[in-house]
């Protein structure tokens, strides 16, 4: 009667033990140091552009739409507090990941994808190498060290561009825009702004690897794989804000 | 010998001296509904070659994969070298693996690596082959490294990438890696499948050369039952550097023939060719596949 959860459940249990061995590999010899700085070029500096001008624009729209209601209430001045608030608790850590896991998770799975069709992973294993630990650790890692990173630099373009709209368009001065921008936050929203991306990159990183190194069907099963892994990442990313966020918002 | 149903193959009884290098005890692995290998038994030892023929799906490549432990069988036991195979972790199998040279039907070669690499890739990865737990010093890597692709005529392909080869080049490309680390058991999947005539026997007398210069089991998946007449019939006789006619006595390689995961048919080539089995026959024909 349940069979039609047998699929899902256990696929939810591979990826669970494939999460497993990459993190067990963090602190298990050997270390690839060289694939994580080549991951964290691939997806930090290879993200950064991206997720830069999403980043700006994303505050230039808040700015926008906000000051329109805020007029209405004549609380115009506060326009830094809000962009703040709602970049740095939301928005930029979630349109940076969604960003990252077009851009990576579809990199990565596409990438361990072919490597699977093509046996390199199976060579990999035959040669005395563990895939996780050459494969799949140094990505977990590079992300969940570049993705908080560039939702740090996403949050501050986002500020700098409400900052834009605010000095040009609603003629509040520069130093009202920073000191309420700066103000509004609280250790609470620093933390799940960090927390979140954090979470979110270890998502990535590991739907991307599993979906590739679980490819199968040759070429096709390639971009199968790639897509599965950005909409189950995506996916995975809204249900991980939307659990977050009550649990942030009680703690006040 | 006759077709089987199911062919089991009791090994005799050997001293430790004569260990079989591979041995398969009543191995059985299905995906699903699907059979991939039926109650498949056989050993074999040192110096001998299996020619595995049989139809695409026959299980024939599956016969590589849980020989080296990359895929589990549902039951039965594998040994490689006297140690039980199955059952073991991943882990546990990289010492046994390094003793295993694979050459894999589409190469296997790292495409982000170049050949030089991909080459020196075993020597430095497969840590239970490093004295003192230390990789071999770069020099004695790069002419490991150069000797392996000398043997295999690619040493001016060592700063390519192996999208830069052609198909002929990148399979001799990947017998050179399967052999670097002089293996006792090398086993080829499809190392001619696709290949035009010329570079196919140029790829079997390299893999005869392999063998008859180190006496390794070899284990050969091929489609063409040319491989396997070569593979039996000829040696590479190292005093000459030529391959040459072997003797009666030097008649080491059996036949295979796969059905449906069973081992169908298992015997000489003379037996093979001797089969009025119509399935055993459409694999013991010169240009059949």
Known sequence: MLDFLKGPVETFQEFLFLSGRAFRNIIRSPHYADDILLQ????????LFIVSLIGFFSGVVMALQMSRALATYGAQGQIGQIVSITLVRELGPVLASLLVAGRNASGIASELGSMRVTEQIDAMRALGTDP?????????????????????????LGLVGGWFIAYGMLDITTSQYWSTAWRALEYNDLTQGLLKPFLF????????????????????GVGRSTTKAVVVASVWIFIITS?????????? | MTPTEPAVVQPPQAPASEQPVVRFDDVNLAF???????????????????VVLGAAGSGKTMLLKTAVGLIKPDSGHISLFGEEVTGRKESQLYELRSKVGILFQEGGLFD????????????????????????????????????????????????KFPSELSGGMRRRAGIARAIVTAPQLVLYDSPTAGLDPITANLIINLILKGRDMRNTATIMVTHRYQDGHLMANFRYNPSSGKIERAESSQLTTRFFVMQEGRLFF???EAELRASTDSYVQKFARPGSS
């Open chain 1, 201 to 220: 990159a270890i998502v990535i990183a590991l739907v991307g690897c599993y979906y590739g190194i679980n490819t199968t069907g040759g070429t096709q």
């Open chain 1, 243 to 252: 659990l977050l966020d009550p649990l942030f918002v009680n703690l006040g």
């Open chain 1, 40 to 47: 964290m070029d691939a997806i930090g500096v290879g993200s």
């Open chain 2, 266 to 268: 298992e015997g000489s």
């Open chain 1, 132 to 156: 996780i630990q050459k494969l799949v650790t140094p990505r977990l890692i590079a992300m969940a060290v570049v993705l908080p990173l560039l939702t740090i630099i996403a949050d501050f």
């Open chain 2, 112 to 159: 982000s690596l170049t050949i030089a690499e991909n080459v020196a890739y075993p020597l430095l990865n497969q840590f239970t082959l490093h004295k003192n737990g230390q990789s071999p010093p770069p020099e004695e890597v790069e002419q490991r490294v150069r000797e392996s692709l000398t043997f295999v005529e690619l040493e001016h392909t060592l700063d």
């Open chain 2, 32 to 50: 699903g509904e699907t059979p991939a290998l039926v109650h498949l038994s056989f050993s074999m030892r040192a110096g001998e070659t299996r």
